[in-house]
């Protein structure tokens, strides 16, 4: 990134990641932690069903293709489309570590425009953890994995307890996904918030 701030720089005393003995094995797909989160969730008609997959170490990648839907300009992604990918993959970095975190902080650079129809490939790591905080990057590429980079990011998230969402979602949200009879799917609506 160009110009990152101070915020985004992992302390001296900051450690490196450790892939949590029960994060999802590299290649597999991680799903959607809520059905209907905008970035990742099969209930949002117009979201961005954004797909990742873990990687080695604490990585993941993902992909989603860009629609209709998506535009800012016409026949181009929405900026802020763009930087919900890039949120919702380094959100997915939380998996492998087995932590409950919310967006802290991100600075995303736009280096060149996505078109419609473009498939956006993603890719990012934890780079460092402090305390409840977690340092993270991602890069989106288009015409492939090794492809052109269109958008980056870095990201600083914060751990937090389940009672963050409890206490600050919609009661009605709250309360649908705390009835679900599955309880996978009703343990991962709270487990990750990206």
């Known amino acids: 990134m160009t110009g990152t701030s101070a915020a985004l720089t992992p302390p001296a005393d900051a450690i490196p990641p450790v892939r949590h003995p029960d994060a999802p094995a590299p290649g597999e797909l991680l799903g959607a932690h809520y059905a209907y989160c905008f ?16 990687g080695e170490g604490v990585t993941v990648t993902a992909e989603f ?24 993959t380094l959100g997915s970095l ?37 305390g409840r905080k977690i340092y993270s990057t991602a890069v989106g590429r288009i015409g492939g994995p090794e492809g052109p980079v269109a958008v980056r990011a870095d990201a600083l998230f914060i ?35 990206p």
């Open 94 to 130: 939380n998996w492998l570590l087995r932590v409950i975190a919310v967006t802290g902080r991100l600075e995303t650079d736009f280096a060149r425009p996505v078109p419609v129809g473009t498939v956006l490939h993603l890719a990012a790591e934890v780079t460092a953890v402090h």
């Open 159 to 193: 751990e937090v307890k389940v009672d963050h969402f409890i206490d600050n979602g919609r009661p009605e949200e709250i309360q649908a996904a705390m009835s679900d009879p599955d309880q996978v799917r009703r343990a991962r609506a709270f487990e990750v918030n």
């Open 65 to 88: 293709t860009v629609t209709a839907d998506h535009q800012g300009a016409p026949g181009l992604a929405h900026g802020g489309v763009l930087a919900t990918a890039l949120d919702e």
């Open 39 to 54: 970035g990742c969730g099969g209930g949002q008609p117009h979201g961005l069903h954004l797909e990742a997959r873990a």
